[in-house]
C-alpha cells in the first residue's frame, strides 16, 4: 500500500496521464499525492557568447509552473482527491534530480510519471527524465504511456 505518491507534472497530455492514474491509485489507497513541477533552465537557448540571461522569461516560467499546479490540483480534486503542489526550479540540475531530490526530501513510497515510450534515434536525441528517475530511484516508478486508459 503506498502512502505518499509523488507526481511530475508538465501540463503536457503525456503528463497528464501520470497525474489522472496517480490520482486514481492516491484514492484507491487513501494515500497523499503530491504534485511537482520543476522549472528547467537546461532547455534554455544558447547564444554564440554562451548562456543567455533572461530574467522575465524565469518569471515567466515561474507563473507558467504555478499555473500548470493549479490546473493540475483542480483535476485531482476532480478525481476525488486533495494533492499538495510544490514549484522547483531545477537551480542547473536535471529535471530528474530534481524529481529524484524531492521524492527522497518528501518521504514518496511511489513515483508516478507520464512517459512518451520513445526509443532509438528520437529517445537518444531528445533523452529521458522518466528512465533517469527510474535508474536512480529508490522507490518504485510508475510510468504511464499516452494513450493509457481504464
Excluded at 496517480?22 to 532547455?43: M, N, P, T, W, Y
Excluded at 548562456?51 to 493540475?72: H, Q, V
Excluded at 485531482?76 to 522547483?88: C, H, I, M, T
Aim: one cysteine or more.
Amino acid at each position: 500500500m503506498y502512502e505518499r505518491i509523488l507526481v511530475p507534472v508538465d501540463g503536457s497530455d503525456t503528463s497528464n496521464c501520470g497525474l489522472e492514474e496517480a490520482s486514481r491509485l492516491a484514492k484507491e489507497q487513501g494515500a497523499k499525492l503530491k504534485c511537482l513541477h520543476v522549472i528547467d533552465e537546461h532547455f534554455l537557448a544558447h547564444d554564440y557568447l554562451g548562456f543567455a540571461y533572461m530574467p522575465d522569461l524565469f518569471e515567466t516560467l515561474r507563473k507558467n509552473g504555478e499555473t500548470i499546479l493549479e490546473e493540475a490540483g483542480a483535476k485531482a480534486e476532480k478525481a476525488g482527491v486533495s494533492a499538495e503542489s510544490v514549484l522547483r526550479e531545477g537551480g542547473g540540475s536535471h529535471v530528474s534530480e530534481t524529481i529524484l531530490d524531492e521524492a527522497k526530501t518528501w518521504g514518496a513510497d511511489l513515483i508516478v510519471m507520464g512517459t512518451h515510450g520513445r526509443r532509438g534515434i528520437s529517445h537518444l536525441a531528445i533523452g529521458s527524465d522518466a528512465e533517469l528517475v527510474v535508474r536512480g530511484s529508490t522507490v518504485p516508478v510508475l510510468l504511464v504511456k499516452k494513450g493509457h486508459s481504464r
